[in-house]
């Protein structure tokens, strides 16, 4: 979200305006509003609730069922609990910002890789 070129950034662009629908809750909305509001990224407040407002519109909100996982930081559990429940209907993909930090499954990919799928789906409908 800070480097207007980057491809997370596209990625986030993709969430808000296309083909991409975020999946959370409210623990992973907290965790967002949280991680936007830290100094380090000088993020005005309008903006930040710009940007979580944004995630309750296109977003899809997921009761997800607890899992029994160990991650390095427990705030990571819930991202990969919204996945795997969504994944039981639908695909689904956990683009994190660093995928070390979860399991090596194929659908924890980087923001690259979430622009690879989006492209591939896009030429298969054209």
Excluded: C
Excluded at 1 to 17: D, E, G, T, Y
Excluded at 86 to 97: F, H, M
């Amino acid at each position: 979200m800070i480097k207007p070129q980057s491809v997370p950034r596209q990625v986030l662009n993709l969430a808000f305006a296309g083909p991409i629908i975020p999946v959370l809750n409210d623990a992973i909305e907290k965790e967002y509003r949280e991680v936007l509001s830290r100094p380090k990224f000088h993020l005005p407040a309008d903006l930040i609730e710009d940007v979580v407002q944004t995630f309750r519109q296109k977003g899809l909100y997921v009761n997800a069922e607890t899992l029994d996982v160990a991650f390095s930081d427990p705030k990571d559990v819930v991202f990969f609990e919204v996945v795997m429940e969504t994944r039981k209907n639908e695909d689904a993909w956990l683009v994190p910002g660093n995928a070390k930090h979860f399991p090596t499954v194929p659908f924890v990919v980087t923001p690259r890789q979430m622009l690879d799928i989006i492209l591939r789906d896009q030429e298969h409908l054209s």
